[in-house]
């Protein structure tokens, strides 16, 4: 079965910054939407940035600037920078691909945990 895999994941003060990489095929990223979710304690997953397959990124409201989506194709590569982050941003981040007449791919998710 192909695979994404993240990676970036770790424990940072808060303030600090992480860049998160996703490893994604070609043959998922090329034709899906790709970006990246994340599960904080207590709560369901959501939506933290993607791409379409248009190559425009979109960010969800809370992510207030701090959050920058990026790829390099030529290194089948997806990358989160996060800067200034917060206690609030402690959980799991996974990336998916999807679009609306394919299969979803999702990754097991790295770790992030901001310290106060």
């Known amino acids: 079965q192909v695979q994404l895999e993240e990676s970036g994941g770790g424990l940072v003060q808060a303030g600090g910054s992480l860049r998160l990489s996703c490893a994604a095929p070609?043959?998922?990223?090329?034709?899906?939407?790709i970006g990246w979710y994340r599960r904080l304690v207590g709560k369901q997953r959501e939506l933290v940035a993607y791409f379409t397959t248009g190559d425009i990124a979109n960010y969800e409201k809370f992510v207030k600037g701090r959050f920058t989506i990026s790829r390099d194709d030529s290194q089948n590569m997806v990358y989160l920078q996060m800067t200034d982050l917060k206690p609030e941003d402690t959980g799991i981040y996974y990336c998916?691909?999807?679009?609306?007449?394919?299969?979803?791919?999702w990754g097991q998710g790295t770790q992030v945990i901001v310290s106060s």
């Open positions: 070609r043959s998922i990223a090329s034709n899906r939407d």
């Open positions: 998916r691909a999807w679009g609306a007449y394919v299969k979803d791919y």
